[in-house]
């Protein structure tokens, strides 16, 4: 019996992302982004109660797996990260456009135009479903909620 497999990545994305994409530049773009994002005033304190400074390095290299798995289908990361969301108390709206926000200034910063384009609207998908997630178990309609508008980062 054939079992299916889960296409490669470079089935996936175009093959002008994938050549721009690898381990040195995932890394570069979660350092950067958690950097930042630990700074930040508005999702800075949900990151900085979540993750103790002790855990810090260990949580970096966590996703640096996840978006390893995710662009180059390495499948080293195999958690659920939407339970860890859901447990994060007063987790809103507020929170998801600024990480959006915060990742795509990132992403345009470090890459390419193509590459930033595809990891940009990529983190927009998860993190739109993460959120869709997140209102649902708080209990909020969201049969007519719209995804989020992208916005500037400060």
């Known amino acids: 019996m054939n079992v ?3 296409p490669a990545a470079e089935a996936i994305m175009p093959r ?8 040195r530049l995932i890394r570069r773009v979660v350092d ?3 950097a930042q994002a630990r700074k ?6 949900i990151f900085r109660a979540a993750v103790p400074d002790e855990r ?8 640096v797996d996840f978006w390893s798995s995710m662009l180059l289908g390495t499948r080293r990361y195999d ?22 926000a915060l990742f795509r200034k990132t992403v345009e910063d470090l890459c390419q135009p193509d590459v930033a384009a595809f990891w940009a609207d990529r ?3 998860i993190g739109n479903s993460f959120r869709i997630n997140v209102r649902m178990h708080h209990g909020d ?14």
């Open 79 to 100: 958690g659920r990260p939407l339970r860890k969301h859901l447990m994060l108390p007063d987790l809103g709206d507020e929170h998801f456009r600024r990480w959006l």
């Open 16 to 23: 002008a992302v994938t050549e721009g994409i690898d381990e």
């Open 56 to 63: 810090w390095r260990a949580h970096l290299d966590t996703i």
């Open 40 to 45: 930040d005033e508005i999702i800075g304190p």
């Open 141 to 154: 309609d969201v049969l007519h909620l719209k995804p989020l508008e992208r916005e500037p980062y400060p």
């Open 4 to 6: 299916p497999t889960r």
């Open 123 to 125: 983190s927009e998908r």
């Open 32 to 34: 950067r982004f958690y």
